[in-house]
């Protein structure tokens, strides 16, 4: 069953989403009688925001009218009413797209795209539930992972809607246009026939605008209050997987090292880390179209009504903490290591496959810090690393990606120590993601207890031991 066939079994409110898709934008007859024709073509090869693309969008155009035109050739003698519709579609494409055809393939994937998420809503009514509802997974794992789902969803639902919104932006554009030529043409044609049509038509276009404005403005702050709610979601569901599980696969590594048994789950801790990162990387994006169409349309408000500023922050900040919190020392080197003795360890970032890091893998470098200055550097303070307290050879490496594993880590497989004092590693790092690029530095430090996961006090030891 095509796309259309679907789309017009929608009742209720999802009919009443499709009339707000089908304003001024795009004649529905051209929707309904070449339904077949528009499903398949490749909207999504064109890239709208490319002028090069624009002779690909031109023969698309093209092409659809010359389909529109085919039939009403073919539209029976006795239908006129749908003879007529169809040739003023035509006219109505020619007129609003001809000049600028990039925007007909936008509106037009918007389009198709808006249907689509109405469709699969209304097969799949289960997509629409909300947190109160019983979650469908078993497990220990099973509310964790209907919050995911839950995630998941309201970042699409939020995508339709901000489809929907850029198209209603779009179709005010097209009419501001419209306002613009029948202001041309009163100042050419003042004082004819013409002028008090002409008049009243720019009093209907007028008050259509008011009323887009009004209604763009609206849907602008419902969807931040959207992404508001997901946002603040997403920062419990982010708490979960790194100050409890992560946290406890940490503690519990330590423990390992007195001989505990140790359940490693690391892999499956990855995997919810990187569903955190896309739906956060989703959610940013988002925002990022949020605040382009601002910039192509702005429409004043009261600041205390503008959620995107603080919306940014605190997804960037989300960002950041994830990235931070998921580079971990995945294998540590003994508690107890002797001058000269080679050991190894190994170092993994679980979000590096899915912020693709490793396209440009950055540099990694352990170094020996004293007790003074790891305490130091768990507070936050980054320049307490400036000076080592001791010295390790092969302590630099590349990070590196395995495909089979799909995990980002670097192995140090020959340190050497050169020093007179045991330690361990705790990592740390510091990523440059708001700018869009990583920073290739790489923080591993060193402490001689097991702690070092920022909940509990370090001891205090000497820098030098005598040997007796």
Request: with cysteine.
């Amino acid at each position: 069953m095509s796309l259309w066939e679907k789309t017009q079994r929608l009742q209720g409110d999802a009919l009443d989403q499709l009339r707000n898709v089908y304003t001024q934008c795009f004649p529905i007859e051209v929707r309904h009688y070449c339904a077949q024709w528009i499903e398949e073509q490749p909207w999504e090869g064109v890239d709208t925001y490319n002028n090069q693309h624009e002779k690909m969008a031109t023969g698309l155009l093209k092409n659809l009218l010359k389909e529109v035109e085919n039939k009403a050739k073919h539209v029976s003698p006795t239908d006129f009413v749908t003879k007529m519709k169809l040739e003023e579609a035509m006219a109505y494409l020619r007129e609003h797209y001809g000049r600028s055809p990039l925007n007909f393939v936008q509106i037009t994937r918007n389009m198709l795209e808006t249907e689509k998420h109405l469709v699969e809503l209304a097969e799949h009514p289960g997509n629409i539930t909300d947190a109160s509802a019983p979650s469908t997974k078993t497990g220990p794992n099973g509310p964790l992972m209907q919050q995911f789902e839950l995630l998941q969803r309201a970042t699409k639902t939020t995508d339709s809607d901000l489809n929907i919104l850029q198209h209603e932006q779009e179709s005010f554009v097209i009419l501001y246009q419209e306002k613009y030529q029948i202001e041309e043409a009163l100042a050419r044609q003042a004082g004819t026939p013409s002028e008090p049509r002409l008049r009243q038509r720019k009093e209907q276009v007028d008050q259509n605008l008011s009323q887009k404005a009004n209604s763009i403005l609206e849907k602008r702050m419902h969807l931040a209050k959207k992404h508001l709610d997901s946002i603040q979601n997403l920062e419990k569901v982010q708490n979960v997987v790194l100050n409890e599980h992560l946290m406890s696969w940490r503690r519990n590594q330590q423990l390992s090292g007195n001989g505990v048994p140790f359940f490693n789950n690391l892999d499956q801790i990855q995997q919810w880390c990187e569903m955190l990162g896309d739906v956060i990387l989703q959610n940013r994006q988002q925002l990022q179209r949020v605040e382009s169409l601002r910039t192509q349309l702005p429409i004043p408000m009261e600041p205390q009504q503008d959620l995107l500023p603080s919306l940014n922050a605190k997804i960037t900040a989300l960002l950041s903490s994830l990235v931070t919190s998921t580079f971990i020392v995945e294998r540590q080197p003994p508690q107890v290591m002797k001058v000269s003795n080679k050991f190894s360890c190994s170092v993994r970032l679980l979000v590096g496959n899915k912020l693709n890091v490793h396209l440009t893998p950055p540099k990694v470098a352990g170094t020996i810090i004293s007790e003074a200055q790891a305490n130091a550097l768990i507070k936050g303070d980054k320049s307490a690393i400036t000076n080592s307290a001791g010295v390790i050879v092969n302590n630099n490496g590349l990070m590196e990606y395995n495909q089979a594993a799909k995990q980002l880590v670097v192995n140090f497989r020959n340190m050497v120590r050169l020093c007179s004092f045991c330690v361990t590693f705790l990592p740390g790092t510091y990523w440059d993601l708001v700018a869009g690029s990583e920073n290739g530095q790489t923080i591993g430090t060193e402490e001689t207890s097991r702690g070092g996961d920022g909940g509990e006090v370090l001891l205090v030891v000497p820098v030098e031991v005598q040997r007796g």
